[in-house]
């Protein structure tokens, strides 16, 4: 077992300003009872996390999405004894716990996608580049459900991301349900796995799928063989 007491530290921007914390589990487990349950699999989460997305960070949410401030508008997170603002420190009604940030995916050269690459800068959209390479930073959240992880966690794209690179917010040919949640499971496939490998083995899939039909592919030939794959093992 991880040794559970090792304090994981987050951090994000808030109004410019970098802010870091010790995640909390005790304020965790407050709004997800399985955290208290399984430290461990929390612990597992945290870990992977900080190794392989080290730019994301748990956030407070309700009805499967981040849940801002009521009095200031920043997310909150579990810290110092309850899930409160990053800003004003309030503890809010989180119900939920939320993973929030972005993948970076190579930006493709098609004009179709040149366009809609445009029109997702002028939204507002951010991009990071390596040498010549331009990475788009696609925002997404994760959900937990309450059964963690005996049931396989909720994540979404951000609606307006979807509506700018003029993708349906829910449509079955583009493995999209609920309003921009990712299709990445099918019926029965779920196997208990951490957080990062959802992100790695099953996300990033989707995520250049969805790249391929904005850059001109059809849905049935983008998403062909790429989302319902092998199962994850552990390694
Ligand atoms: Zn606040």
Redesign the pocket.
């Known amino acids: 077992m991880p040794d559970a007491m090792t304090p994981i530290y987050q951090h994000t921007l808030i109004d410019g300003l970098e802010r870091s914390w010790a995640v909390d589990d005790r304020a965790a487990a407050k709004v997800m009872p399985w955290v208290k349950r399984s430290p461990e699999v929390f612990h597992r989460d945290l870990s992977g996390m900080a190794d392989y997305f080290p730019h994301w960070f748990l956030a407070g949410g309700a009805n499967e999405k981040p849940l801002p401030?009521q009095?200031?508008?920043?997310l909150q997170t579990p810290f110092e004894g309850a899930v409160r603002?990053l800003?004003?420190k309030?503890p809010g009604q989180a119900t939920g716990l939320v993973w929030v940030g972005h993948l970076p995916v190579l930006a493709r050269p098609e004009a179709a996608f040149v366009a809609r690459q445009q029109v997702l800068r002028e939204a507002g959209f951010a991009e990071a580049t390596a040498g010549e390479a331009a990475y788009l930073l696609v925002p997404l959240t994760v959900h937990y459900p309450a059964e963690w992880p005996d049931l396989e966690p909720v994540a979404r794209y951000a609606g307006r991301w979807l509506d700018a690179l003029g993708l349906p917010r829910s449509s079955a040919a583009h493995h999209l349900i609920q309003n921009g949640r990712a299709c990445i499971f099918d019926w029965g496939q779920w196997q208990a796995m951490p957080i990062h490998a959802v992100l790695q083995q099953r996300l990033v899939n989707h995520l250049a799928s969805l790249f391929k039909i904005v850059a001109g592919q059809r849905p049935a030939e983008a998403f062909i063989g790429r989302v319902h794959s092998l199962p994850w093992q552990p390694g």
């Open positions: 401030c009095r200031c508008g920043a603002c800003k004003c309030r």
